[in-house]
């Protein structure tokens, strides 16, 4: 069985710098709130009538198969997580097939709905299906367009200044030597909180049909004998389609289930915190970083963060940060390097790969 390795990593954000002064037009909060609470400064949303979310991931996905010296022909499988698909269904998978131009090779692909934790789930995928021996170069994509789908009133402002648009993404292929390997991945998920961070609608909620769910959801009943309306007046009106956040009970259970997923990481390679060189965490909140950071006493040259340039970008925070931190030379050959994710569902997941 071999293990696998990332062959080609590349992203892309778009040229869109939207700075919290400029939020601040809309909503009331300000640069000084926004900072400290989450460390962010700016962020990147789409270009008007030229970007979405299929478009930002075929830019990212032709660097990372560039850079694993392959033909974008010769990939055999995709796995695209996305929180904020182009539409709801047919998933964003087959649309990047479409946008790189590959239908022809009618290869398979799937789509992840795990959120923050997506792009670490995929991955997961990805390397079972490579130790398997089922593919040999499977593209992986962790792509937000979260600009077109948030409350730029007062109202939304808990949770609309964190969130940012971008891609990233990577090519998976078996690996050849004692460098360069997935060394293992861990997922978990428990769903007691799942509405904590949520978009709720539209959606077929009918079997949580009970009073408090009708007036907090915006349900309604049907004009016909079965089934409850997919989308309501009343949740367009007051703004039920949006995302929520319980930002504190997020906060409280990401500082605890990060540390907890690397060090089982960790022991299950027999390795322990200190052989850490670099640590990946989901881009989430400054705080919940530098959090984690302390837990684990890790120095600030074994973390990298970059929200402070592009917000929380969701799935496409890990491949974004890993390609920037390898870009800029903090990822060598030989490196034990950490990737952890926490978030909606909830859902976690670390890996660790041998770089
Ligand atoms: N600008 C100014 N004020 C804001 C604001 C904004 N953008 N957003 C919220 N506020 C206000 C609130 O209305 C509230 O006002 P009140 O005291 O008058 O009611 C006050 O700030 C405090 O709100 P609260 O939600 O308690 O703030 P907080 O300290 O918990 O910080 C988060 C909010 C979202 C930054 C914080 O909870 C957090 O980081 N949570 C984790 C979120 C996260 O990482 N999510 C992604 C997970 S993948």
Known sequence: MKNSKIAGIGYYVPKNVVKNEDLARYMET?????????????????????ENNTILAAKASRVAIER????KEDIDFIIYATLSPD??????????????????????????RNQCS???????????????????NILVVGSEVHSGGLDFTTRGRGVSVIFGDGAGAVVVQPADGKNRKILTTKLHSDGSDAEELAIINPGFHGGHWDEENIEKYGYEEASQEWGVPYVTE???????????????????????KFPEVIIE??????????????????????????????TLGLSDDQVFNNIQKYGNTTAASIPIALCEAWEAGKIKEGDLVCLAAFGSGFTWGSALIRW
């Open 30 to 50: 300000s640069d000084e709130w926004i900072q400290e609470r989450t460390g962010i400064k700016e962020r990147r949303y789409v270009t008007k009538h030229e």
């Open 68 to 71: 694993a010296g392959i033909n």
């Open 87 to 112: 539409y709801y269904f047919p998933g964003c998978g087959v649309l990047l097939q479409r946008e790189l131009g590959i239908s022809k090779t009618e290869i398979g692909a799937l789509d992840i």
């Open 118 to 136: 997506g792009f670490i789930y995929s991955l997961s995928i990805a390397d079972q299906f490579i130790k398997s021996g089922m593919y040999k």
């Open 234 to 256: 009343k949740m367009v009106k007051d703004g039920l389609c949006y995302p929520y956040m319980h930002g504190q009970n997020v906060f409280k259970m990401a500082v605890k």
């Open 265 to 294: 990481a960790l022991e299950d390679q027999g390795l322990a915190k200190e052989n850490i060189d670099m640590l990946i965490p989901h881009q989430a909140n400054i705080r919940i970083s530098q959090f984690v950071q302390k």
